[in-house]
Nanobody, 126 residues
């Protein structure tokens, strides 16, 4: 059973930084792409960033240059470093993993994700 556990959310002023972490378990982490999505109140879930099994990355336009996704296979973890935060970044952030068997995904511009963490709230005050 794949499990994803996020941590690191919180309240920060505009211009500040936060680092989100996601610990994965239940399968061979290094073989799978990972992603981060977010959902703001009243809006649909939005794909924010993805990282391939080999470290290739993708970012949605609104976070390019401010957010950095990374992974540490030895710790079965993926991270999202968020700098220069804006009030519009306020949302619940979710770690996401693709279906079992969808290994070695290279295109991380989105795609299907079957596993989700419980979410961590990020609130950016103006």
């Amino acid at each position: 059973q794949v499990q994803l556990v996020e941590s690191g959310g919180g309240l920060v002023q505009a211009g500040g930084s936060l680092r989100l972490s996601c610990a994965a378990s239940g399968r061979t982490f290094s073989r799978y792409a990972m992603g981060w999505c977010r959902q703001a109140p009243g809006k649909e879930r939005e794909f924010v960033a993805g990282i391939s099994w080999s470290g290739g990355t993708y970012y949605t336009d609104s976070v390019k240059g401010r957010f950095t996704i990374s992974r540490e296979n030895a710790k079965n973890s993926v991270y999202l470093q968020m700098n220069s935060l804006k009030p519009e970044d306020t949302a619940v952030y979710y770690c996401a993993a693709p279906p079992s068997g969808d290994t070695f995904r290279v295109d991380v511009r989105g795609g299907r994700f079957d596993y989700w963490g419980q979410g961590t709230q990020v609130t950016v005050s103006s």
